[in-house]
């Protein structure tokens, strides 16, 4: 029989531990909120405004010299191949693996990146505000390079990444429409719009539906599909967003064993690096490239089903631990364990969608601080090439 001692000793216990029960339960009840929107306002509207005013952008205005195609057909170099000094003609080109020679054929690429920037901004401030000349003038963009048959870029990417006296184009050129991901989440906020034509919303997702067929029976896109690192994820993260827009189920069923049994079970080390990256002339900018891609992808691909913020594939690895490999780096880039980038090192890091995204999906406010601290809008044009998310209101509720 317990004393009246004992008894009180024994209910002050069970007390203690239900208030400390009480307040974990608080503590994991606690969710991380950002209102990207609000957060991101003042810069949307800025960018958005200066959209209204922007010429309609076609890579038909722009022939590129040594395109084997039409004007319709996109063309670009390959960013690591220069001029041979010892020869009179410079061919064919020699790699410099990091650095990006700046006289090479860049008018289609920033033709392309130029229209997404100002699509995906109008789309944000229509999203924001409601205003519907945001959504008349995006969608004027988005026939002009989508859709009239004069200036429409053809839904292929045979001709990219081209390097004179070899080839006219690569398998890793494909990764060159990384750029053009943001345009089926900023369609949807369009969608939303009465004045955004339902043909042309048809239209465009013929158009992606075409790439993402292109995608998966050219050997361009089926060799870039196969490769062993940061472009086999762009490439996934391509075919993942445009079967999301146009709902092709497989596709997407497709990138989720890639996901799975491909970057997280081979490209990732059990600590959380991409080895492959990490071995690179530019191992930062690579790593934040790659981690940006993994972390948009499982984004994408997740499912209530199939929450790919959860798995762990082989020794633990994850995209939540791949988050926290990087994440001190980019609060202190001087911890840095590799060797400085050979270019652009200054550069970075920028405002990474991976720690927005991340930090939502796993309540953690560090990463989100963080992202609101690092600059946004970078202006080193290497930096920017690497970074195909410049709205992340698009992507978040």
């Not at 991101?40 to 010299?65: E, F, G, H, N, P």
Request: net charge neutral.
């Amino acid at each position: 029989m317990k004393t009246l001692h004992q008894f009180t000793s024994v209910l002050l216990f069970t007390l203690s531990g239900l208030v400390a029960c009480n307040a974990q339960s608080t503590t994991v009840a606690s969710k991380v909120e950002i209102n990207v929107g609000e957060h991101d306002r003042a810069r949307i509207l800025k960018q958005a405004d200066a959209a209204l005013s922007q010429k309609s952008l076609t890579i038909t205005s722009d022939v590129a010299k040594y395109s084997p195609g039409t004007p319709n057909d996109f063309y670009s170099n390959g960013d690591y191949w220069w001029p041979d000094p010892s020869k009179p003609d410079g061919l064919p080109y020699m790699n410099r693996d990091g650095q990006t020679n700046p006289d090479n054929f860049v008018a289609h690429r920033m033709a392309m990146r130029n229209t997404k920037d100002a699509v995906a901004a109008l789309a944000a401030a229509y999203k924001v505000t409601g205003d519907d000349k945001y959504a008349v003038k995006a969608a004027e963009l988005l026939k002009v390079f989508f859709v009239d048959a004069k200036t429409r870029m053809n839904p292929h990417l045979a001709f990219t990444q081209a390097i004179p006296g070899r080839h006219t184009g690569s398998k890793t050129g494909v990764i060159d429409g990384l750029h053009l991901v943001e345009i089926p989440v900023a369609i949807k906020a369009l969608e939303k719009s009465k004045t955004f034509d339902p043909e042309l919303a048809k239209s465009l997702r013929t158009w992606f539906s075409e790439l993402n067929t292109w995608m998966f029976t050219h050997k361009h896109g089926i060799e870039e599909g196969l490769t062993k690192n940061n472009h086999s994820v762009a490439y996934f993260l391509q075919v993942a967003v445009f079967a999301d827009f146009v709902g092709d189920k497989e596709a997407l069923a497709k990138s989720r064993t890639k996901f799975k049994e491909v970057f997280i079970a081979d490209q990732m080390a059990p600590d959380g690096s991409f080895p492959r990256e990490t071995a690179r002339t530019k191992p930062y900018a690579y790593s934040i490239f790659q981690l940006d891609n993994m972390v948009t992808l499982c984004k994408v691909l997740s499912t209530p089903e199939d929450n790919l913020w959860n798995y762990e594939g082989p020794e633990g690895r994850s995209i939540k631990r791949a988050v926290a490999w990087l994440y001190p780096y980019l609060a202190d880039k001087s911890s840095w364990p590799k060797n400085p980038d050979v270019m652009s090192w200054d550069g970075w890091p920028s405002r990474q969608p991976a720690l927005l995204f991340a930090g939502l999906a796993y309540n953690e406010s560090k990463y989100i601080d963080l992202w609101k601290k690092l600059p946004t809008d970078p202006t080193d044009l290497e930096v920017r090439r690497n970074i195909a998310i410049t709205q992340p209101v698009l992507w978040t509720n």
